[in-house]
């Protein structure tokens, strides 16, 4: 036999042999869309809910307690200092009044790090992504709530630093 007449058999051996493997290739069955006119609907049966994460609702559980404390504590250093502000409304820059205002905006200033860290937290909680739809739903409360906390807090602190501010 030469090599002429062996090549076309060595070359159907070959291809056949490439046809004999493991591959999973999609079904060309009809699929459950196609079973169904367009008017009908097609029934997936219904998913089951998965229950909330006793650990999600206790770091919720923590954030918004957190969160009240920190509002209760700007709250009480807005009370403190707010008598030493409107002192220093209208003194010159550098006197001592101006210098005891200033003092207080910082100190108001400084008790917002407690809700800065509940939004930090919070926001790492939603970085991690719930996994079901009761748990996204509570976080996306607290993260509302917490969040105007936060701008209530920045507006008041605003409006005081404007007050101090010169024409």
Avoid: Y
Wanted: aromatic fraction near 2%; hydrophobic fraction near 45%.
């Amino acid at each position: 036999m030469s090599i002429r007449s062996v090549l076309p058999l060595m070359s159907l051996v070959l291809l056949a042999g490439g046809c004999a493997t493991d591959t999973k290739f999609p079904s060309l069955a009809t699929r459950e869309i196609e079973r169904h006119g367009p008017d009908e609907a097609v029934t997936t049966p219904p998913e089951t809910p998965v229950a909330a994460d006793p650990a999600i609702a206790s770091r919720l559980s923590a954030a918004t307690a957190a969160a009240a404390q920190a509002e209760r504590d700007f709250r009480a250093a807005l009370a403190a200092d707010r008598g030493a502000i409107t002192a220093a409304r209208g003194a010159s820059a550098g006197s001592e009044a101006w210098i005891a205002g200033q003092q207080a905006l910082t100190r108001i200033e400084a008790s917002r790090d407690g809700i800065g860290v509940v939004l930090a937290d919070l926001d790492a909680l939603a970085r991690e992504r719930p996994g079901n739809a009761q748990d996204a739903a509570a976080l996306g409360t607290a993260i509302a709530k917490v969040t105007g906390i936060a701008t209530a807090q920045e507006r008041d602190l605003s409006a005081l630093t404007a007050s101090l501010a010169r024409p």
